[in-house]
């Protein structure tokens, strides 16, 4: 198996892109992600996409998008897995790229979430959760995170202050992110005063719904000179599921998912949890981000509201979580997303992240889920040397 780098990241500004379509937001970001490189084609490209064919009416999404972005007659796929369908495209081009079947290969997402409105959008993404035990009877993901929430709230003994103080830090941290589509901060008064979207979750406490599309090229890491002048190296990667409903599950306050892919990713790195200088974490939800963190590992169960207390997540901060704004600011453009944290991490770990960036990065972990963690992508990157 070769090792694998990433050479080049591209991005669009997350926002409701009513003028631009799937394609053109992807040729978009691959043609960022290729202006710093010496590539003019990939191999293959792996689209990562959940909704098209709901909200955009559009099949066959590989060939579209090769075709339109003049890489034809490259491998092009689509893959999806809700959430998490970008964390799947990179795991994929990881594989095609280490296994040595391809040099050169484009691993993205690209997502239109505004095409039809909230009814219909809140259809197709409830889609990723189990359709006849949940779905069927009206059961949202806003609703099954609220349940976690309110579970979390009675077993840690605290109130709805630390999700909203965690929506605060992320809000200041997109404030300076010019990819952002919520780029302002708020207080912690508006926070907690906010409706109620499914009690105890308000309006700040959930991701916005948005356009955008998010590319790497990735090659061997002992060619990676040859294509690029600054890359990192992919150390460590993996992917485990769970149960699609929440119901089936021993603990539904740990994703174990995330714990299993987490420690898989951790022993292929050689790192252990405590060796992460920067994570994306996957916060559709404030809870979400909080059992997140704890089920990664970076941090001790019941600890995360003590932790957003005491600036542990800020970006000077020992963990900074979420430099960006995470999904709650930065935005969720759903099949894009793990693609958006792994650029993120790619720009950190290459002093490129200007006002997002954190002191001196060696290691940076990105989580990217499906639904309510059915699935886990686990991607940790190394600064490169």
């Known amino acids: 198996m070769r090792k694998v780098a990433i050479i080049s990241a591209g991005l669009t500004k997350i926002s409701r892109h009513w003028d631009k379509s799937l ?45 339109y972005s003049g890489h034809l007659p490259a491998t092009s796929i689509r893959i999806e897995a809700a959430c998490a369908s970008a964390g799947a495209a990179i795991l994929t081009g990881y594989m095609a790229v280490a296994s040595g079947l391809y ?56 109130d709805r202050t630390p999700f909203a103080e965690f929506a605060v830090l992320m809000h200041k941290n997109a404030s300076v992110n010019p990819y952002a589509q919520l780029p302002f901060e708020i207080t912690l008064d508006k ?21 955008g599309a998010a590319v790497l090229i990735m090659c061997p890491l002992e060619e ?6 600054s890359f990192v190296e992919v150390a460590g990667i993996a992917s485990a599921t769970d149960t699609v409903d929440l119901a089936s599950r021993d603990d539904i306050l740990l994703l174990n998912s995330t714990k ?45 509201p003590k932790y957003v207390k005491e600036g542990v997540f800020e970006k000077d901060g020992d963990l900074p979580v979420n430099p960006s704004g995470g999904l709650k600011a930065s935005g969720h453009p759903v099949g894009a997303t793990g693609a958006y944290q792994v650029a993120y991490l790619t720009l950190q770990l290459l002093d490129a992240a200007g006002k997002m960036q954190v002191p001196s990065p060696e290691y940076g972990l990105a989580q990217n889920l499906a639904g309510t963690a059915s699935g886990s992508y686990i991607t940790i990157l190394k600064r490169a040397r």
């Not at 990676?224 to 002048?229: C, E, G, H, L, N």
């Open 23 to 67: 394609q053109q937001l992807f040729a978009e970001a691959l043609d960022k992600a290729l202006a710093s490189t010496k590539i003019s084609k990939a191999d293959a490209i792996f689209v990562g996409n959940m909704c098209a064919q709901d909200l955009s009416r559009q099949n066959n999404l590989g060939a579209l998008i090769a075709d």
């Open 103 to 158: 040099d050169v290969v484009v691993a993205g997402g690209v997502e239109k979430l505004s095409e039809m409105n909230t009814k219909y959008v809140t259809e197709a993404l409830g889609k990723a959760s189990n359709v006849e035990y949940e779905l069927f009877y009206g059961a949202s993901f806003v609703s099954l995170n609220a349940l976690m929430m309110k579970l979390y709230m009675e077993t840690y003994g605290v």
């Open 260 to 304: 299993v892919a987490a420690e898989k990713a951790y022993k292929m790195a050689k790192i252990a949890p405590q060796d992460i200088d920067v994570v994306e974490i996957h916060d559709t939800f404030t809870i979400m981000g909080f059992v997140s963190l704890e089920s990664l590992g970076v941090v001790e169960r019941g600890k995360t």
């Open 224 to 229: 990676a000179r040859k294509y690029a002048d």
């Open 191 to 211: 926070a907690l005063s906010s409706e109620y979207i499914a009690e105890p979750i308000s309006l700040y406490d959930c991701a916005p719904i948005g356009d």
